[in-house]
């Protein structure tokens, strides 16, 4: 057996991973031999081929997408260099798609030419040059229908931006962080909502921010600085009042749900409250592995190849009290995926705001002159047929908080955690 898996190496796999690195050594150099528009268009035609080979949807469902990559690749014949190429075509063909996750990177050694040459400046809207998020307001990008808005996520009780009176659910129409003495100063142009406004524009499935009609007066500047020392940790564990635990974690990644899992392992009967308010996402098995019982089914999977079924592997779930998790529009990816599953199961109420609607599987591909065009792969679907992709996930209390509370340090939705773990209770 082995001696036949020896020869297999070495008279198939290898001579077959010869011949692709042979064939990436010849297209590069033919690559570096292009100039001017041909350059650019094998650079286009690298980018839409990557997405035509790997898009979770082959049917390309609800867009023409040849007939976009025909149209994309006439202005991509016309850009006059790399940036533009990037930012007037890629890009913006990317924004087309009905759903998250589309986007190119440029290569920052060719992004830095094209600012010191030709004068080009961009300030990206969601910037963290410190370790707390921006003083405490976290940018979020939210897609709804072909609609994308940065909103003001989260902000920090008590933090810098709290202070200054920013609340959350907000839209950010103008922003740059700059240096300042104490580190950076932020300086935005926020759309002030209501609550309902801020309601119908998350919970929107289609072009929700044009039926706002939020008057002009609703716009307010804010200025605050921001402290760079302070260190935000990726996981926080404390222990609350009546024996509950605070669990907050930033990534559904090995290092920190190792984290995650002894905590939830020391926690008592009085509940314990998960923080995914910051968490960006990663592996959702991972977290749900550790409050499921193993083989438990908990998502279909769609990619190119058709459907699966995603279920729970762990030997042993490893905390099975009351549950509480809070939530808001930077819950992405995992953390919505698996706040949907436990919301679904009756394992967890959740508290808070709805989820970010951004769940897609997307790696990142490379281009030939070193940019990259991130690919959505694979889409997760909840077992009951609901899609999260630009809806995200509705909890059980919608909780937002007011300037009046966060300028006082106070966190509403843990508050009503906590009120809630207690109603569940047994009586002593």
Request: charged share 20%; hydrophobic share 45%; with cysteine.
């Amino acid at each position: 057996m082995f001696v036949g898996l020896v020869a297999y190496f070495f008279l198939v796999v290898g001579p077959r991973q010869e011949a692709a690195r042979q064939d990436a050594r010849h297209a590069a150099e033919a690559f570096a031999r292009l100039t001017g528009g041909e350059r650019r268009l094998a650079i286009y035609d690298a980018f839409a081929a990557q997405i035509s080979a790997h898009y979770y949807d082959q049917s390309f469902g609800g867009f023409d997408w040849p007939k976009l990559r025909r149209h994309w690749r006439i202005e991509a014949a016309k850009s006059a260099d790399d940036w533009h190429l990037y930012w007037d075509v890629m890009a913006q063909l990317a924004q087309t798609f009905p759903v998250s996750h589309v986007s190119v990177e440029m290569p920052i050694a060719a992004a830095k030419r094209a600012k010191a040459d030709g004068g080009i400046q961009i300030q990206l809207p969601v910037s963290a040059p410190c370790p707390e998020p921006d003083g405490g307001m976290l940018l979020t990008p939210i897609r709804r229908g072909k609609e994308i808005g940065i909103e003001v996520g989260e902000v920090i009780p008590g933090s810098a931006a709290a202070k200054a009176g920013v609340a959350p659910g907000w839209l950010v129409l103008e922003y740059a962080n700059k240096p300042a003495p104490s580190g950076r100063r932020i300086m935005a142009t926020l759309l002030r909502l209501t609550p309902d406004q801020i309601g119908k524009w998350e919970g929107s499935g289609r072009d929700g921010f044009r039926n706002l009609a939020v008057p002009d007066s609703s716009k307010s500047k804010v200025a605050f600085d921001v402290d760079c020392g302070r260190v935000r940790p990726a996981v926080e564990v404390r222990s609350l009042a009546g024996g509950v635990r605070y669990i907050r974690f930033d990534k559904f990644e090995a290092e920190p749900v190792q984290k995650v899992a002894e905590a939830l392992r020391q926690a008592g009967p009085a509940g314990v409250v998960i923080d995914l308010r910051f968490n960006s996402g990663g592996f959702p098995m991972l977290f749900l592995n550790l409050l499921l019982p193993p083989g438990r089914p908990v998502y279909r999977t769609m990619d190119a190849s058709g459907l699966g079924v995603s279920r729970t592997d762990a030997e042993a779930a490893s905390y099975a009290g009351p549950l509480a998790i809070l939530t808001g529009p930077a819950s992405a990816s995992a953390a919505e995926v698996s706040t949907a599953v436990l919301k679904r199961l009756g394992r967890a109420v959740v508290i808070g705001r709805r989820t970010n609607g951004s769940v897609l599987g997307a790696p990142t591909f490379p281009l030939p002159d070193g940019g990259r065009v991130q690919v959505p792969v694979q889409d997760l679907i909840m077992l009951d047929g609901t899609r999260l992709e630009g809806a995200g996930v509705a909890p059980n209390l919608v909780v937002l908080a007011s300037s009046a509370d966060l300028r006082a340090g106070r966190d509403t939705a843990l508050l009503e955690a906590l009120r809630t773990l207690s109603r569940s209770r047994p009586p002593t």
